[in-house]
């Protein structure tokens, strides 16, 4: 792997390609510079990858500018997080109000000065990047690193939307560990834990991209199938319930009920859908347990 690729991505918007060189020159020895002479092409930059964590972006541009792009980039979802700061030639306390307004997070005027423009670029990448942490923490289980509740709860109907527009199969299975209390009874809460974490490494080993495997808490673990009919997951939980089964953690036996549930016409939320898996993982606990049931 090109170790380039690990370095944050900047976005210079100018429309003078001397000035974009200026700051390129301070910049590119730390981070990936994409560059736009225009507010449209701009736009397209923002939402292609390398997606920006950053764009230093010129005020005064013909047909669209600086302000504009900043009002499009804060009004789609998709760019409404990346940082922007403005570069003017501008110095006067009411522009840069404005931008400040419209979401920019700091406000640079020419003639550019290189250790300042650093500098700033670094303070906010680097914000940028804690946020982003956090963020990704509040959505990931701390214990198995799967994603948790909230992280499905957010997705999940994203998902369901995307699978009936193109009308493409979607299943949804509910996993529940047999008999989980008696292990944390017996044995104790860290081997407990580390029996729910042995479990996720089971299930995430078997998850595709575009598949959700996310703990809803406790012993509970939910997984979305992506592209995926009701055979092709039946066959794959087949498989996790199997290895499962011969996985002994701790040397511990340990097993788990399967409900699974497809996307269907009449679902038009994730309710409906997610109280079906739920559904079928009770009966498979009913039947026996260590087994498949389909609703
Ligand atoms: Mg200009």
Same mark, same amino acid.
């Given at each position: 792997m090109n170790p380039t690729n690990d370095?944050? !991505? !900047?976005?210079?918007?100018?429309d003078v390609a001397a000035n974009i060189q200026l700051v390129a020159n301070f910049l590119n020895d730390q981070y990936r510079i994409k560059v736009a002479t225009e507010g449209k092409k701009s736009l397209q930059l923002a939402v292609t990858e390398p997606i920006p964590d950053l764009i230093l972006l010129d005020i005064e541009m013909p047909v669209m500018d600086?302000? &504009?792009?900043?009002? /499009?980039?804060?009004q789609d979802a998709e760019t409404a997080d990346i940082p922007i700061i403005f570069v003017t030639a501008k110095d006067d306390d009411a522009e840069e109000e404005l931008g400040l307004e419209l979401g920019a997070v700091d406000y640079i005027t020419k003639p550019l000065r290189p250790a300042i !423009?650093? /500098?700033?670029? @670094? #303070?906010h990448i680097t914000l940028k990047q804690q946020r982003d942490q956090l963020q990704k923490m509040a959505l990931i289980d701390q214990l198995t690193h799967l994603y948790n509740r909230h992280?499905?709860? %957010?997705? #999940?109907p994203l998902k369901i939307a995307n699978a009936i527009r193109h &009308?493409?199969?979607?299943? $949804? !299975? $509910?996993i529940d560990i047999d008999f989980f209390k008696s292990v944390n009874d017996l044995y104790g809460h860290d081997k407990g834990d580390k029996v729910l974490q042995a479990v996720a490494g089971v299930i995430k080993a078997n998850t595709r991209q575009g598949d959700i495997a996310a703990r809803l808490g406790g012993e509970e673990f939910l997984l979305l199938l992506d592209h995926c009919d009701i055979e092709a997951a039946i066959s794959?939980? %087949?498989?996790?319930? @199997? /290895?499962? %089964?011969e996985l002994k953690p701790e040397g511990i036996n340990v097993t788990a009920s399967f409900g699974v549930t497809k996307l269907m016409d009449h679902d038009d939320d994730f309710d409906s859908f997610y109280k079906r898996a739920d559904k079928a993982v009770y009966l498979a606990k009913d039947n026996g347990r260590n087994r498949i049931e389909i609703s």
């Open positions: 370095k944050p !991505v !900047v976005l210079l918007v100018d600086g302000y &504009e792009v900043c009002r /499009a980039l804060k !423009v650093r /500098a700033r670029v @670094n #303070a992280y499905l709860i %957010e997705t #999940a &009308e493409s199969p979607l299943c $949804m !299975v $509910m794959k939980i %087949e498989f996790i319930r @199997n /290895a499962i %089964e």
